[in-house]
């Protein structure tokens, strides 16, 4: 039957139930069932009356009886079963329309495709079974009641297949609760022992009375009633289940309950899970508050999250910080609450140090930053860690679990939190403990930051203070000159330096303009500062010559820069100067110049990339014709470029790199560096630290590395993308060197050799398949030497003494042209298959042997009429062997059949697909009929 497609007719006036049920059939496939939709009314009778259904879906959720007068109608055009759909309050309605000729109804809360699709095909089996036993019992034939009884034997066998083949328990009791009828049984006993038996003695005591008072109530009342309970399941496992029951009348009168008994223990394991998570949440939301309310006190804090910890996973608590840069492990808080028992397990806790080197668990966790689980404490190995007059204390307390987890602030480890449960609370802590102790820790952990932030910014704050103080002093006695001006270029502050370069006191200038105190230079100067001033960019490193005073002395030169300050709104409210006195440089460097021609020649004319670049702002100083060829720019723009315009590092890392190579810890790098076109290449950085005229400057040489970088790039990525496409390609892939040791194996390929989690890389085939025959090496062999060698169907034993069935392919890899490099298996297990086609051929002789027995005649006829299969019923009624007749069509085995009113409704039934039952007198070739 699950071979032919079913015409489902569905009648639901709601949309929504609609794409349910078509979702839910379309799982099988359209060879499966056809489905068609109908509304509620005159549209649903029209449909059954066009085109025959083989099953009717009927929605019955509306409140009203619109369903029930439908079904009704339903009865009077067509025997087509009819499956309800209602909703979990509606089971008298369910029952009503069962007696009113419904075959069974289906809950929506409980729907699934598979239990809509055994619904389906059990009442389409019904209907059949009975329209055969109606039409035996019309025959007049003597034997007719016999086949009727035989038929109705099979319909009752067939129900019994079913309701075995449900996932439910079904079973009927009487009025003393004794099992009448029953699908199945718990493990270990037998149906047939179940019989006679009171339901009540498969229900816990405690459950008895609720279960006794609820089918006294159906007996008495017919309607039908609910109930959950919890029994002892397979294994002595206790399992939820709920019942529903109602009042069921025999055709002899004899009134029964069916009870429908539903395994429940998964939704209650998720409500009970749903409980937990929510009592779990109130915690951490509760430990939030309490959080909150001790604000930036970082020892009330600790007390709160001691005293919350231990609390809700009743146990002794305790943190343990590290101070600092100190090697120990500090108390820092210790909750329990009995008091005497924080008092004794303090003493044992308080009075042993922890030195953050030492095994202690509490050190390792702050070292690796990872929890640590014991639900079991080895208690000799902590008695060795104690002083001999603990060892009392210890055997006092009787500890027996202990859970530690880091206490992080800002990422960083800096303590852990202990707990430890005794003998007083038996639990073990298990992995719901580590979660919730560690979402408490992380929730202390934000808190804290809190905290030490607030600390640290009240120690920044006095420290800001104190380098006021310091700033001011430096201004005072720095040798440089030091000044501030207002927008109208008025002094407002002017160190002893500054005064005495302009060669009077700081109380001079205060007041008084740039023109009224130095009038020589305050032509060159104001353009520069006004400058400044509007577009509040700094002007650096600006060079100021005076005359000479006298033929006999030399004019001075100064070194000047000038920068912006910026007002509380972030507006330009003045300008900053500092000055420098720089004749004798300017002398010493007129002095080098002559010692650097020496040099510019080798230096330009190198045909490597050179540079020169200055250790402190990082501009380049120096490049010669290699570098601009390479970098694209022209001389000018080069040397007015700093190095992070080309270089393509964090300003961070630029500054960690250029350190390494002043202090010449470091001369050789790796960098990207940026053209004038946007191309980013790669280069090889060699830098060491030169002095020039006092001047600090980094000299490097650089080359391209680009094609190399790319080149070795690509193979790390071809290698990377390999491992990956292996590891999780979803076939049995694994893939070895000519040693054969594994290279990659994917996921699939461990899990259907059942290797679990182990790491396979590294490892010999014939390591990790010690028992393999000598068989496998000589396939490996010849696939290394270049052969490919597959099986079909090939018995692979596992280690425990079963044997799979794999169908496996293994071909060589190649490292370069002609060179083997090792083996990739390509594999599949393919016992489901295996035992799934035995099983078919299984059921196949079962079911021709059920035909070949049956009396009545059974023949399969193909849509050209040809005969594909017949019992041996037909045969006989035939008068011919079944050789004579399979085959061959109709016509030829009977000529002239083609022209009989049988014939005609044999081609209609098969091109339009529907049922006819009809009586037909056959004329023998002898001239006897039947």
């Not at 930053?369 to 404490?377: C, E, K, M, R, V």
């Not at 201004?475 to 000159?481: L, Q, T």
């Not at 790199?657 to 090889?684: I, M, T, W, Y």
Request: glycine content about 6%; hydrophobic content about 45%; overall charge negative.
């Amino acid at each position: 039957m699950d071979l032919v497609t079913l015409q489902v007719l569905l009648i639901a006036d709601s949309p929504d139930g609609r794409l349910t049920s078509r979702r839910l059939l379309a799982r099988f496939g359209p060879d499966r069932y056809t489905v068609r939709d109908a509304d509620l009314g005159e549209q649903a009778l029209a449909a059954c009356q066009d085109h025959a259904p083989d099953c009717v879906l009927l929605d019955c959720r509306p409140p009203d009886r619109d369903g029930l007068r439908v079904l009704a109608a339903l009865r009077n055009v067509t025997d087509a079963p009819v499956v309800l759909l209602i909703d979990v309050d509606q089971e008298a309605v369910a029952l009503a329309a069962c007696q009113s000729g419904a075959q069974d109804y289906l809950v929506y809360d409980h729907l699934t495709p598979e239990r809509l699709h055994l619904t389906i095909q059990r009442a389409v089996a019904a209907v059949r079974l009975a329209r055969e036993r109606d039409c035996a019992l019309s025959l007049e034939d003597v034997t007719a009641r016999k086949e009727a009884e035989d038929a109705r034997h099979r319909s009752e066998a067939y129900l019994r297949a079913v309701m075995a083949c449900t996932p439910d328990i079904v079973f009927t009791v009487d009025r003393q609760l004794h099992i009448q009828f029953i699908n199945r049984v718990p493990a270990g006993l037998a149906v047939e022992e179940a019989l006679g038996t009171s339901a009540l003695d498969y229900v816990l005591p405690e459950h008895r009375p609720l279960v006794e008072h609820s089918a006294r109530e159906v007996f008495a009342t017919g309607q039908p009633s609910a109930y959950e309970i919890q029994a002892r399941g397979a294994y002595g496992v206790m399992v939820w289940y709920a019942t529903r029951l109602g009042r069921l009348t025999m055709p002899e009168g004899i009134e029964q309950v069916l009870m429908i008994t539903q395994d429940i223990t998964a939704r209650k394991a998720a409500d009970i899970a749903l409980q937990q998570a929510y009592t779990r949440l109130q915690l951490l939301a509760e430990a939030s508050a309490a959080f909150s309310e001790a604000g930036v006190d970082a020892p009330a804090l600790l007390d709160h999250l001691v005293q919350r910890t231990a609390v809700a996973l009743r146990a002794s608590c305790f943190i343990r910080l590290r101070q600092d840069d100190e090697p120990w492990l500090s108390m820092a808080a210790a909750y329990d609450q009995d008091p005497a028992m924080r008092a004794t397990v303090g003493a044992i806790v308080c009075q042993t140090p922890i030195h953050i080197d030492d095994p202690h668990p509490a050190a390792q966790v702050v070292r690796s930053g990872q929890p640590h689980l014991a639900p079991a404490i080895d208690l000799e190995a902590l008695r060795a860690t104690l002083a001999p007059e603990l060892w009392p204390v210890l055997d006092q307390v009787r500890l027996h679990s202990e859970l530690i987890t880091p206490l992080r602030v800002e990422g960083q480890t800096i303590g852990c939190l202990v707990l430890l449960r005794h003998i007083a609370e038996p639990l073990a802590f298990t992995q719901d403990d580590l979660t919730l102790a560690q979402d408490l820790a992380d929730r202390a952990g934000l808190a804290l930051a809190k905290a030490l932030l607030y600390h640290a910014v009240q120690e920044a704050r006095e420290a800001a203070q104190q380098a006021h103080a310091w700033l001011d002093a430096l201004v005072r006695s720095v040798p440089s000159g030091i000044g501030y001006l207002d927008r109208e270029l008025r002094y407002i502050l002017v160190n002893p330096a500054l005064a005495a370069l302009n060669g009077t006191t700081p109380a001079d200038h205060v007041g008084r303009t740039l023109a009224e105190v130095i009038p020589g230079l305050a032509p060159q100067l104001e353009p520069v500062l006004r400058q400044v001033l509007a577009t509040g960019v700094e002007a650096q490193d600006l060079e100021l010559r005076d005359k000479a005073p006298s033929p006999d002395e030399r004019s001075r030169t100064w070194l000047l820069s000038v920068f912006p300050v910026l007002g509380p709104l972030g507006e330009v409210a003045g300008v900053g100067v500092t000055v420098t006195d720089i004749t004798q440089i300017k002398r010493t460097e007129a002095e080098l110049c002559a010692s650097e021609a020496r040099y510019r020649a080798m230096f330009e004319q190198n045909a490597a990339i050179q540079l020169l670049i200055d250790s402190g702002s990082g501009t380049i100083v120096d490049a010669n014709p290699a570098a601009m060829h390479f970098y694209g720019y022209p001389r000018e723009t080069l040397l007015a470029m700093p190095m992070s315009a080309i270089s393509q590092l964090a300003p961070e890392q630029a500054h960690t790199e250029l350190d390494a190579a002043l202090q010449q810890v470091q001369n050789h790098f790796h960098f990207p560096h940026r053209l004038a076109s946007g191309e980013v290449r790669a280069v090889e950085v060699f830098s060491s630290p030169i002095e020039v005229a006092g001047r600090q400057l980094l000299y490097s040489i650089i080359h391209d590395e680009t094609e190399r970088q790319q080149a070795k790039l690509a193979l790390l990525r071809s290698e990377r993308i390999l491992k990956l496409f292996v590891e999780h390609a979803p076939a049995a892939i694994a893939m070895f060197d000519r040693s054969m040791t594994y290279l990659a194996a994917s996921r699939r390929y461990l899990s259907d050799y059942q290797l679990g989690e182990q790491t396979v890389v590294g490892r010999s085939y014939y390591e990790v398949f010690p028992d393999r025959s000598a068989r496998w090496k000589e396939v490996h062999q010849r696939c290394l030497a270049g052969a490919v060698e597959s099986a079909e169907e090939d018995l692979f034993p596992r280690a425990d003494g079963r044997v799979d069935w794999v169908r496996w392919e293994i071909h060589p890899w190649y490292e370069g042209p002609g060179e083997i490099g090792g083996l990739i298996l390509f594999s599949e297990v393919i016992t489901a298959r295996k035992l799934a086609e035995a099983e078919l051929r299984e059921r196949e002789a079962r079911f021709h042997q059920t035909l070949d027995l049956m009396l009545e005649g059974c023949q399969i006829i193909g849509f050209d009429a040809r005969y594909l299969y017949l019992n041996d019923s037909v045969a006989r009624h035939a008068r011919r062997p079944k050789e004579a007749l399979l085959g061959r069509t109709m016509p030829e085995v009977f000529p002239g059949i083609e022209q009989t009113v049988m014939f005609g409704w044999v081609q209609r039934c098969l091109r339009e697909r529907i049922a006819h039952r009809m009586e037909n007198r056959f004329v023998y070739d002898d001239g006897s009929s039947a």
